[in-house]
């Protein structure tokens, strides 16, 4: 094997091009570890913020009108796929958190409504207080307070 200056210089190229190439990939797997990170906050606390939504609102709400609440009030970062928030929904009225109804609607299929119950409120309660206390260990440790 010759070596000579247009050998160190190709290993150059290529050894600054598997730079490039591994910076990339680190950055790739910052945004994948980023999303599957916020992925997995968003589902410890979806059952949390659709009771609190719920808790909020004066009238029974349909999962689309949920899902917008969430999208203003959240400020996107709660906003997900209106599919997924379904099946929460319904482990919640399955729990006696909530209730429903299903009304016909006039520009579609008929909708299911759903309303926080009282053992829903007592819940919510409860799981704001934790969720509370939660955070504030968190932020306390994130700030250097451990």
């Known amino acids: 094997m010759t ?17 490039a190439v591994v ?13 599957k990170f916020q992925k997995e906050l968003s589902s410890g606390t979806v059952s949390l913020v659709l009771l609190a939504v719920l808790g909020q609102s004066r009238q029974p709400m349909y999962g689309y009108q949920i899902a917008k609440r969430l999208e203003e009030v959240g400020e996107g970062v709660l906003a997900g796929k209106q599919s997924a ?7 919640l009225e399955g729990a006696g ?8 609607s006039v520009s ?5 409504y759903y309303r926080i119950t009282k053992p829903g409120r007592e819940v919510l309660r409860e799981w704001v207080a934790a969720w509370n206390a939660t955070r504030d260990s968190v ?8």
């Open 3 to 19: 070596s000579g200056p247009c050998t160190s210089v190709k290993f150059a190229l290529w050894f600054t091009q598997l730079q």
């Open 23 to 35: 910076q990339v990939s680190k950055v790739d797997d910052s945004v994948s570890q980023l999303k």
């Open 85 to 91: 928030l379904y099946p929460v929904l319904r482990n």
């Open 97 to 104: 958190l909530l209730a429903s109804e299903v009304e016909p």
């Open 108 to 112: 579609g299929p008929p909708r299911r």
């Open 139 to 146: 932020d306390n440790v994130l700030q250097g307070g451990v």
